[in-house]
Structures are given as structure tokens and as C-alpha cells.
């Protein structure tokens, strides 16, 4: 069983479009988030939720709207893809809000190649 | 914020020991972490140490933090290929995690 799922793994879209990335937990965790990692390999949180509360939104353009129907889902949707948001997108959870020594959980990511 | 700084590249002989290294600026994290990426994968938490303690050993891996020097590293013994990947220590930020760049450990036979 995997514990942190995304879909789709890949996604190749033209600049403009609207794309969505989905994310679910089957850990029973409160608090989950989404991480862009760029071509160099950096990783930087985009957002994240507890219990279906918007926790953090770390400076993201509002073109990019998570959504949290449930505690076990967190979506992305990016509207006005642009060549800069091609990236590898991640999922993660945990049982906290990160400042317990609990530890984060990752989905296998999303490469999202915008032409 | 939170700066947290690795270097990008280490390369190491199947066999021997590596070590990599982590500095920080803010020393307010209880817990700091190392976590591994392989190729195509999420990342997958490999440690952490308690932010009172000096060493954590557990297995081939050997946590040392010194908080003086806001310094983390983190030893692999006897290094297999296997352990290549790239390695991100973490500090724990306002209600986040605040990553490194990355340490990719390349093995050569």
C-alpha cells in the first residue's frame, strides 16, 4: 500500500493551460504539504494544511490554489502555466505540524514539464 | 529565516567513509533531520537527531551536531552503491521543514 500517492506521475502541457496534480494520504496523518524541487535539486515548501486549514502559504504566485477536500487529500491547481513552473512537485505528510520530531512522508512527485 | 547550507557534491570510494556536512543559522530546531533521495523518488527520512544530544549512532550512519558551530554532518561507514542518492539535512522552521540544497554522494568502484 502506498502511503503517500500523486497523480499524474508526469504531466507535459503547454504555457497558458490549467493543469491539476492530486495528492492522498493513507496514513491517518493531520497535516500535509506541497514541496516544488527545481532542476538544481533545491526543495522549497509551497504550502501546507492542517485538518483541511491552510497552515502556510510560503510566497506563491496566486496562480497556484491548493485545495484540501479532506484531511487525506490535497490537490494543486496551477492556472496560467508558465516555462518557469516546470519543476517536480511533492506531496508530503506528517503527523503534526513538523515541530514534534515527526517525520514527513513523500509521494514519488510529479515532473511537470510546461513547453 | 531559517538558512540552512550543504555542499552541492561529494565522491566517494565504494568502501570508504563519507561524510557530509550541514550548517545552519537558526539554532531554535529540537530536532534536525537528514533525509535521502534516489533517483526518480520522493524523499524518505534516513535519521534525526535530538537537538540536546552531541552523537546519534544507528547502524552504518553517525550523526554529530555541534551546536557552537551550528554545524550537522552525517557519516555513512563503509559506503555502498547503494548509497548513492542525494542527501538534504533539514531544520525544523515556523510550523515547517527548511531543507538544504542537497548533497549528491556519488560511489566509485
Known amino acids: 500500500d502506498t502511503a503517500v500517492s500523486q497523480t499524474p506521475k508526469y504531466l507535459v502541457t503547454q504555457m497558458g493551460n490549467d493543469k491539476s496534480i492530486k495528492c492522498e494520504q493513507n496514513?491517518?496523518?493531520?497535516?500535509m504539504y506541497w514541496y516544488k524541487q527545481d532542476s538544481k535539486k533545491f526543495l522549497k515548501i509551497m504550502f501546507s494544511?492542517?485538518?483541511?486549514?491552510?497552515?502556510i502559504n510560503e510566497t506563491v504566485p496566486n496562480r497556484f490554489s491548493p485545495k484540501s477536500p479532506d484531511k487525506a487529500h490535497l490537490n494543486l491547481h496551477i492556472n496560467s502555466l508558465e516555462l518557469g513552473d516546470s519543476a517536480v512537485y511533492f506531496c508530503a505528510s506528517s503527523q503534526a505540524g513538523g515541530g514534534a520530531g515527526n517525520e514527513q512522508f513523500f509521494g514519488p512527485g510529479t515532473r511537470l514539464t510546461v513547453l | 529565516g531559517e538558512d540552512v547550507e550543504q555542499s552541492l557534491f561529494l565522491s566517494v570510494r565504494e568502501g570508504d567513509s563519507s561524510v557530509i556536512n550541514c550548517t545552519y543559522t537558526?539554532?531554535?530546531?529540537?530536532?534536525l533531520y537528514w533525509y535521502k533521495q534516489e533517483p526518480g523518488a520522493g524523499l524518505q527520512l534516513l535519521t534525526y537527531?535530538?537537538?540536546?544530544?552531541d552523537m546519534k549512532q544507528d547502524q552504518r550512519l553517525t550523526v554529530l551536531l555541534n551546536k557552537k558551530d551550528k554545524h550537522l554532518s552525517l557519516r555513512i561507514a563503509d559506503t555502498q552503491t547503494g548509497d548513492s542518492a542525494i542527501y538534504f539535512c533539514a531544520l525544523e522552521g515556523a510550523q515547517k521543514l527548511v531543507f538544504g540544497q542537497g548533497t549528491r554522494l556519488t560511489i566509485n568502484p
Open positions: 496514513l491517518g496523518h493531520d497535516t
Open positions: 537527531i535530538f537537538s540536546n544530544m
Open positions: 537558526d539554532s531554535s530546531s529540537t530536532y
Open positions: 494544511y492542517n485538518n483541511k486549514e491552510l497552515i
